[in-house]
């Protein structure tokens, strides 16, 4: 019977503090546990922090963010960490980013926004969230020596539905994608189109505990859920532009 | 510590069975119950069945079935359930179906068809889930005195990502949204822009015990799951048009 624990014993997370370290201690991991983290403390330990002060924007940026009523220190952060803008409104700045992730804001969430003494600072995802999960994974394997599977995941805006869920930006050890083509049904019918976003589930499994807000659930523990085989990574989930039909 | 249990011991469902009273009676329901139910079991249990031979397709239907590859009887039953088509290209037929989701053949899944003495059937969707999650809520809690939530969920692909995902198309007694605008989060700063779409990551956690497949989990139990405040319905989840700025 697979649970949901929420991980609530992580100190506030600082740059350079060893966040596999932090979570092996954490908890009473078993092999097969997945591990799933916040993007927000990955990004933490990472050191992703950019003060606003620092940052000079380019005289695009300083057009969007008339365009989109934003902050052209924040939309400068935005346009570096993008390949492409898709929609630029007010209150609006939809990208696909530099991960490949399409995402209002490039992940950098306002509510990431932080005063210290020496100004605003924001906070940028991961540089390379798949990357990050790997650190993780070996780093709580070698700790504990269990063998668990990591999820970085963040909340994402969708096309056609409202509200946000949580997605897989970051994969470590298990599939991200599950092709079940070829398997037959209840009814002995060939599944012909079924690829499921396995990991994407999981990770939305997950956020049902983290919240956004004041409760400060970074990490959940994901035990008891039968894995497809095989390993993938988050970008599995990427669709190519030219193979996107619902774009 | 929420948990997710698969309820296994259902019949195969036939049309006329009372569904609810089928699932009352193949769990100990607790008070704070999420019940999540696939599609197909609620479309059987209300007779969605429609024999391909039934069917005359349209001109329309039976051009678009020459530009995706399909059957036209099934590219008219995709047509009836349907506003508008969105995309149509050799495999793929992509609209938004009468009930307002954008998804391939309007749900009328392929790995639905069932043969029988009479020749090919498929399976529509429910007419309407949320008053089918509704109807089944209240025979749940009728016969077991326990109150419960119901979603009804389904397999649907996704703009920019690869892989299918639980989302809820029917919904009864939670909120499909959880909007925590104005709620502030570790370091004081009003979230801004958070509406979560809650009902859709339930949906997707209980998808991960049901699989498309032989596995035949048709329902799960969601168990100890803190509950957003309120009562919503699957249909808060569309996105008007107007406001989508993913489409």
Redesign the interface.
């Known amino acids: ?6 991980i609530d014993g992580l100190p506030l997370i600082e740059p350079g503090m060893c966040l596999g370290d932090l979570l092996a201690d954490a908890f009473d991991w078993q092999d097969g546990d997945i591990v799933v983290i916040a993007q927000k403390i990955v990004s933490k330990a990472e050191g992703r922090w950019v003060r606003l002060d620092d940052v000079d924007p380019s005289p695009r940026a300083a057009e969007l963010a008339r365009i989109t009523d934003k902050d052209p220190r924040m939309v400068e952060l935005v346009l570096r960490e993008s390949r492409e803008v ?2 630029a ?1 007010p209150g ?1 700045l ?1 990208v696909e980013d530099v991960r490949g992730f ?1 995402c ?1 804001n490039a992940g950098i969430d ?2 990431n ?3 210290d003494g020496a100004g605003e600072r924001v906070l940028l995802l991961p540089e390379n969230p798949d990357r990050s999960a790997d650190e993780i994974r070996r780093q709580i394997e070698a700790r504990t020596g269990r063998h668990v599977a990591v999820i970085v995941n963040d ?1 994402h ?11 897989a930006i970051g994969v470590s050890g298990l599939p ?3 092709d ?1 083509r070829g ?5 002995g ?1 060939t ?8 990991a ?3 990770a ?2 997950a ?3 983290m ?4 409760e ?1 659930v970074p990490a959940v523990a994901v035990r008891g ?2 894995r497809p085989p095989g390993e993938g990574k988050a970008r ?4 190519p532009r030219e193979r ?4």
Chains 1, 2 share one sequence.
């Open positions: 019977m697979p649970s949901l624990i929420a898709l929609r409104r609006v939809i399409i209002a306002r509510s926004v932080q005063q909340s805006g969708r096309a056609f539905r409202e509200g946000t869920v949580g997605v991200a994608l599950w079940r398997e037959l049904d209840l009814t019918y599944l012909h189109a079924t690829v499921i976003g396995w994407d589930e999981v939305a499994a956020s049902l505990l919240g956004p807000a004041a400060g859920l039968a599995d989930l990427l669709r996107d039909l619902f774009r």
